[in-house]
């Protein structure tokens, strides 16, 4: 059973469009990562969000924390194709991360 | 600075077989994970390190045992391979500094189990 869900699980779009990808758990987290993954490497951390109700920006990429601390989302605008990849959320608790099911974006160029 | 080195980064067992998988991190972080990743289930952890000398299960740790030969280096063996044990493996160390939590990944081994 996962602990975090993302939505949607596959979303093709074409460049300049904007999107949102969701990450859903009935669990509480003490920090939400996000991380994107290109195809052969490893996932690289893009955000930590600590606190309900946070709100980061890193470039044209906004992140935010649920006021719970449950849920979070990924808003991309004027995507690129350089955003191409597999997006991730982890959540996490003491040690532990517990990684969502994966976004798999491509930006049609 | 290598950051996090795995080896191999592929191969193939036939069921049965025993192999491990190596990985090292450079960065002197203190907590090292082993995660699996399969189609659709995102990446799930495997057993992971707090600390030099400790050792903790994690979400999927049957058919699988780890050592944590020192600060740098965090071994995970298969004893008998299984089919459903192939997938990518993935290490990662993890650094605690100002709330940032980062965890940094190695490039994965691609494991097939015939």
């Known amino acids: 059973t996962q602990l975090l869900e993302q939505s949607p699980q596959f979303l093709s779009i074409q460049e300049g469009e904007n999107l949102t ?11 939400l990562q996000w991380y994107r993954q290109e195809p052969g490497e490893g996932p690289v951390l893009l955000v930590t969000v600590v606190t309900g109700g946070e709100v980061k920006k890193l470039k044209r990429l906004t992140f935010q924390f649920g006021d719970a601390r449950k849920d ?3 808003h991309i605008t004027a995507a690129q194709p350089g955003d191409t990849g597999l997006y991730l959320c982890a959540g996490g608790r003491g040690n532990q991360f517990y990684f969502g099911t994966g976004t ?6 | 600075n290598a950051g996090v080195t795995q ?13 491990t998988l190596q990985c090292a991190q450079d960065m002197n972080h203190n907590s090292m994970y082993w995660y699996r990743q399969d189609p659709g289930m995102g990446l799930r952890l495997i057993y992971y390190s707090a600390s030099e000398g400790t050792t903790d299960k994690g979400e999927v740790p049957n058919g699988y045992n780890v050592s944590r030969l020192n600060k740098r280096e965090f071994s995970l063996r298969l004893e008998s391979a299984a ?3 192939t997938s990518v493996y993935f290490c990662a ?15 994965g081994t691609r494991l097939t189990v015939l």
């Open chain 2, 83 to 85: 089919p459903s044990q």
């Open chain 1, 21 to 31: 990808v969701y990450c859903n758990s009935s669990s509480v987290f003490s920090s």
């Open chain 1, 72 to 74: 979070s989302s990924l």
């Open chain 1, 104 to 109: 798999s974006l491509t930006v049609i160029p």
């Open chain 2, 93 to 107: 160390s993890r650094v605690l500094a100002g709330g940032n939590n980062e965890q940094f990944f190695g490039p």
């Open chain 2, 7 to 19: 080896t191999p980064k592929f191969q193939v067992l036939k069921t049965g077989q025993s192999m």
